[in-house]
């Protein structure tokens, strides 16, 4: 039932009241819906509060993508800092070749990941090597047993800890609230490093679970986003005119591209 303005409203100016008595009037000069509108008229409704809720959503998706809401950020000027002292923008802000290489890589860390590619580590390694070291940086598991490294691979591995932590040191330096050894541990797990490298070298899969501790999906998932991380290097090789970088990536994508990994269904007997 409609409220009555002074009785139930206590409404005592004049105006006032006689305006509810004018919106009870207009209320019940609204002719009824027909039985079959009422239902579609709900439903469009529920679109309506579903475009109006994206809408929202690209409004701040939009915000928080824009240079305004970036320049916000508390440690944006320090991160731009950090980019420049490493040379992947100039001082001018412009995105340099080490800056394009980095926007290539969008599987594990691109700082650590560039860094690797520009002091010619994976160039001074076979590709069975080079993608095991590749492995670092796609791994994702902090629990898995430690791998028996040898040789070249190891050193490599060495090399690519020495490239993280300085850039880690660099950004602490640059007062960015990082732990160098923290961000090492972060953006490198070579739980898996011996496994990639020996089924690079054509090892069967049950043979390879032998070397690690890491359930078998875990492998599976691993070397897959490893050969994405091929394709991104190979592509980052593309834009600095390193034709040999390019061929490697290739062959140690291909070594790694076989088998049940890659099989399309994991359903299959045998490995």
Request: hydrophobic fraction near 45%; glycine fraction near 6%.
């Amino acid at each position: 039932a409609t409220l009555h303005p002074v009785k139930d409203l206590k409404l005592q100016d004049l105006a006032a009241v006689e305006a509810c008595h004018e919106h009870a009037r207009l209320v019940a000069s609204v002719p009824p819906l027909p039985p079959s509108v009422a239902p579609r008229l709900r439903a469009w409704h529920a679109l309506l509060d579903a475009r109006r809720a994206l809408s929202r959503r690209v409004d701040e998706l939009e915000y928080g993508l824009s240079d305004a809401n970036l320049r916000q950020m508390p440690d944006f000027e320090t991160r731009v800092e950090v980019l420049q002292s490493m040379g992947y923008l100039d001082m001018d802000r412009t995105v340099t070749l080490k800056g394009r290489v980095a926007c290539e890589l969008s599987t594990g860390d691109e700082l650590v990941g560039t860094e690797i590619i520009f002091a010619g580590v994976l160039a001074d390694v076979p590709p069975e090597e080079a993608v095991a070291l590749l492995a670092s940086l796609v791994f994702q598991e902090k629990n898995a047993s430690a791998p028996e490294l040898s040789g070249s691979l190891k050193e490599a591995c060495e090399r690519a800890k020495a490239l993280a932590l300085a850039a880690g040191e660099e950004q602490a330096r640059k007062g960015l609230a990082v732990a160098p050894d923290e961000y090492v541990a972060a953006t490198m797990k070579f739980g898996l490093t011996e496994v990639v490298y020996e089924w690079a070298r054509g090892t069967k899969f049950a043979d390879i679970c032998q070397y690690t501790d890491v359930q078998e999906g875990s492998i599976v998932r691993t070397i897959v986003r490893l050969d994405e991380m091929c394709r991104d290097v190979r592509n980052a090789a593309r834009i600095m005119g390193d034709s040999a970088l390019f061929e490697k990536m290739e062959a140690a994508s291909a070594a790694i591209k076989r088998d049940i990994v890659f099989s399309a269904s994991l359903y299959v007997s045998g490995a």
